[in-house]
């Protein structure tokens, strides 16, 4: 490390004084300068490129877990303690999530459903528990709300809606969008908080026809429905905090982006040993259906649905 010091600051400073400074000899300096690289600095050389092209792939999202996986999967045998340490060389590193608001509307007089679920995250097969949540993002014309279902098998974002609404026509957007793409749906948990959206009679209605079994998490207890808000976490450090603020339709384009064409695609899941959602279900079962499309967006000033970006070609939608 003295001799790595010397030789960076040797255009600035003697070469005798740095190495006075630091208790080395001048002969030793030179012999080290003459050495050849070693293979294992070689082989972090390697190393480095690969790690700025994982973290690069990843949006600049992932820490030494996933691009340690990221590695082993092009035949690196490297451990994460040396991937961390050449991250920091690198002056790299991932993301980590903050606090967020909730948005939960419990003060209402719709029946709330029991708590089926019980924090049971782990299931065998898909379609057998789906989780589902809203969330708030804020644009440059004001708040927008995302609605998302996700399936607990694999953690696959199953449907999802967008709107500058905070009300059932968001969530019941997102719901027949996972139904339509998640056919033969069987004794399916449909786990959520206590909001007035999920409790409504249309809402409760729609899941009723589908043979869907509601529940819902007890009161001000967010544990309950960690797997979705862990979904939001993720979403906004990953990419909404690192977002200028944008108009809606912008922000709608990117939200549709990170779900269809990285997060369902390419992000890897430490629950899922650091596999993807399409990949996990490639390899344990697939699906009772197709990726989700493009998320429906009700259009406040004409009162009609329009498609979501990625049906305008904004970003593609997964088959």
């Not at 300068?33 to 070689?42: G, H, L, T």
């Not at 790690?51 to 999202?61: D, F, K, M, Q, V």
């Not at 990953?238 to 939200?255: D, G, I």
């Not at 779900?259 to 697939?286: C, M």
């Amino acid at each position: 490390m003295r001799f790595r010091f010397i030789e960076a600051e040797k255009a600035g400073y003697p070469i005798r004084l740095l190495c006075r400074c630091l208790a080395v000899s001048r002969s030793g300096f030179y012999a080290w300068q003459k050495r050849p690289i070693s293979a294992r600095a070689r082989h972090d050389a390697r190393l480095k490129v690969e790690i700025a092209a994982s973290h690069s792939a990843s949006r600049r999202t992932y820490g030494s877990p996933r691009i340690e996986r990221d590695l082993r999967q092009e035949g690196h045998c490297v451990s994460r303690k040396r991937v961390a340490r050449l991250m920091r060389e690198l002056g790299v590193e991932g993301r980590r999530k903050r606090r967020f608001r909730a948005t939960t509307d419990s003060k209402h007089r719709f029946p709330v459903a029991p708590n089926i679920l019980m924090r049971d995250f782990d299931v065998d097969a898909p379609n057998i528990a789906w989780v589902t949540d809203i969330t708030y993002i804020a644009t440059l014309e004001g708040w927008l709300y995302l609605a998302v279902i996700l399936d607990l098998f694999s953690r696959r974002v199953v449907g999802y809606a967008m709107s500058e609404r905070i009300d059932r026509a968001l969530v019941l957007d997102a719901l027949r969008e996972a139904l339509v793409h998640r056919t033969g749906v069987c004794d399916l948990v449909h786990h959520s908080d206590r909001g007035s959206q999920y409790a409504s009679h249309d809402y409760r209605d729609v899941l009723d026809q589908a043979k869907i079994t509601c529940s819902m998490s007890r009161r001000g207890d967010c544990w309950d429905n960690a797997v979705a808000e862990s979904f939001f976490g993720t979403l906004k450090v990953e990419l909404l905090y690192e977002l200028p603020l944008q108009t809606r339709s912008a922000t709608r384009a990117a939200v549709a982006d990170y779900i269809e064409t990285f997060y369902n695609v390419h992000r890897r899941h430490s629950s899922l040993d650091y596999q993807s959602p399409v990949e996990f279900e490639l390899k344990n079962g697939a699906p009772g259906g197709s990726a989700p499309g493009p998320p429906v967006m009700n259009d406040q000033r004409t009162g009609q649905e329009s498609p979501g970006p990625a049906a305008l070609g904004v970003c593609p939608s997964l088959q």
